[in-house]
């Protein structure tokens, strides 16, 4: 039998350990995970961005470079504004870079394709990517298709 | 016993419940937070938290293991292997953390708390405490309340962590998955107060209600080495019949 003490510091250490296990779960395992290193702020303007969500991933030539941060309704042009957070180590992206909407995968979740242009110029914090393609919405997809082959069928 | 004490089949599970029920009033009525409780209550969580450490965390390594094995190898026929870390880290904290640790709980630490009472009833300690003018509620019952509802969620936490590190090991060590992808997804699906918040409030009615079923058939138990025994079986029978219920209401309601 261990005396009194040392159960009560056994189980003190047992308390902290599951201090120890919350904390990392909730920082590394959910949404609130802390995103490591420097990081810089992009805006960007779609007209459709179809199932986006925050956090998604924000990617270059396959290489997840930052993520999403928030997406909102412009008030005024009524476009949906992305907010992208990209680490600061990709500092030197073009001026004329581009965005897509693109999906991983069948079941894969719908990311951020930046494309980069030849601009001299670099993207400085808070700027906006002007060049935008939104999300292939598999409705709209279907009604081209379907008109097509009408029209098709008239000539 | 004759049936007019015990009533019928049907009406006899229903005052079982109901002295349960009045056992646990009477136990909170007496209820108090002395710096002796507390200390009791730490002790207590030693007994029922650190001792079922072991089956804990060799049950969450390989519960998160072959969780992932599984998904990984329905996924990659979709194409979408990706999407492994989502569905561990969703089914671990929203479901299987909470349940199988209070399972594990039942087993381990709740049959060990009925036998301890039902022993001392049976050796006359109760009554013994009594005569001192000690309430029993108060220096049995409460701390073992207590730990239950404190010990169950730090073990479904550190359940929940070795599971992570199951998966971990088996997606990116064995099968070589990215591990920033995994970690990026997991990031983006999981959220904190639903998901993982939703979890540990289960797991913190769990721990409570396996404590309690386990107080009260030690407290019920008939004083004999045979009534004891059967007291040790209700208590895993019912906490896992209570459990699974409660899991699913509660599932219910943060739905």
Same mark, same amino acid.
């Given at each position: ?16 350990? #599951? ?6 779960? #909730? ?129 | 016993?004759?049936? =007019? ?32 409780? /507390?200390? =009791? ?65 039942? +087993? ?7 036998? =301890? ?48 590190? +199951? ?24 959220? /904190? ?32 080495? =045979? ?16 459990? /699974?219920?409660?899991?699913?209401? /509660? ?5």
């Amino acid at each position: 039998m261990k005396s009194s003490h040392q159960i009560e510091l056994t189980a003190g250490v047992f308390l902290l350990l #599951a201090v120890a296990a919350l904390i990392f779960l #909730a920082l590394h395992a959910t949404d609130r995970g802390v995103v490591s290193g420097e990081s810089y702020e992009l805006q960007a303007g779609f007209s459709n961005v179809g199932g986006l969500k925050p956090r998604a991933t924000v990617s270059m030539g396959g290489v997840a470079i930052g993520m999403v941060e928030a997406i909102d309704l412009d008030p005024e042009t009524f476009e949906a504004k992305v907010t992208m957070r990209i680490s600061s180590e990709y500092d030197n992206l073009p001026e004329d870079t581009s965005a897509s909407i693109l999906t991983s995968g069948i079941l894969g979740d719908q990311y951020i394709g930046l494309e980069p242009g030849g601009s001299p110029e670099v993207l400085a914090d808070g700027d906006r990517i002007l060049i935008t393609s939104s999300a292939m919405v598999l409705e709209q997809l279907i009604g081209r298709y379907m008109f097509n082959s009408d029209s098709e069928g008239e000539e | 016993m004759n049936s =007019e004490q015990n009533g019928t089949v049907l009406t006899a599970p229903l005052r079982e419940f109901g002295r349960a029920g009045l056992f646990l009033l009477t136990a909170f009525s007496r209820m108090r937070f002395g710096r002796r409780q /507390l200390a =009791e209550a730490l002790r207590q969580v030693y007994f029922a938290g650190v001792r079922s450490l072991v089956i804990i965390v060799i049950s969450g390594f390989f519960v998160g293991l072959v969780l992932t094995l599984q998904t990984y190898d329905t996924l990659t026929r979709f194409g979408a292997a990706d999407a492994v870390s989502t569905v561990l880290a969703l089914s671990l904290f929203r479901e299987l953390g909470p349940v199988l640790a209070a399972l594990l709980f039942a +087993g381990r630490a709740g049959t060990s708390i009925t036998a =301890e009472i039902g022993l001392m009833k049976a050796t006359e300690q109760l009554d013994a405490l009594d005569l001192m003018a000690i309430d029993p509620m108060e220096r049995i019952i409460q701390p073992r309340l207590l730990a239950g509802a404190i010990a169950l969620p730090c073990l479904v936490l550190i359940f929940n962590l070795t599971a992570l590190v +199951g998966g971990i090991f088996f997606a990116v060590f064995l099968m070589g998955s990215d591990p920033i992808t995994f970690w990026a997804n997991m990031q983006s699906s999981v959220e /904190l107060l639903r998901d993982f918040g939703g979890g540990m409030l289960k797991a913190v009615c769990f721990g409570f209600v396996a404590a309690w079923l386990a107080v009260w058939f030690g407290w019920s138990a008939r004083p004999t080495s =045979e009534g004891v025994a059967l007291a040790t079986t209700q208590t895993v029978i019912a906490t896992a019949i209570a459990v /699974l219920v409660l899991d699913f209401i /509660l599932s219910a309601f943060m739905l």
